[in-house]
């Protein structure tokens, strides 16, 4: 057997991270169920893309993993409208429940606002911003 060598650094190598995604995305695909991605972009009228939801969908879950709404385009409704959306193509897709993590309290208001529920929570130990984990039956 090869002896491994074992180092940190402080940036991922792109091959290195395709490696690993790769690896653990073929591992999930045949031991758990497949994973589809999901993205519903906010785009301007020249098409430029400069906001949206970006996550997932499988285990019958909807995963939200990025929302993010320019600071421009925020009190319209346009985080609500986003969530609504990726939360009926889950439904289409199978998913029983939604899940999302935040550190950033208005956002908490907005998920809690649209029925979401904390599972559990993580305080920063620099006092700073503690993680919320939440989830909402579809």
């Known amino acids: 057997m090869d002896k491994l060598v074992l180092e940190i650094f402080d940036d991922v190598p792109e091959d290195a991270l395709e490696t690993i995604e790769t690896a653990i995305l073929d591992f999930n695909r045949e031991h758990l169920s497949l ?11 020249d098409g430029i893309v400069d ?14 993993e990025l929302l993010f709404v320019p600071e421009y385009r925020r009190g319209q409704g346009l985080a609500s409208q986003l969530l609504m959306l990726a939360e009926g193509e ?11 993590d935040t550190m950033n309290p208005t956002a908490r208001r907005l998920y809690e606002k649209l029925g979401y529920e904390t599972f559990g929570s993580l305080a920063d130990p620099a ?3 503690s993680v919320t984990w939440m989830r909402k039956q579809l």
């Open 127 to 129: 006092e700073s911003y």
């Open 35 to 45: 994973r589809r991605k999901l993205f519903i972009p906010l785009k301007d009228q």
């Open 51 to 64: 906001g949206g939801l970006i996550g997932y969908t499988g285990r019958a879950w909807l995963y939200t």
């Open 90 to 100: 889950g439904r289409r897709r199978g998913c029983k429940a939604s899940i999302v």
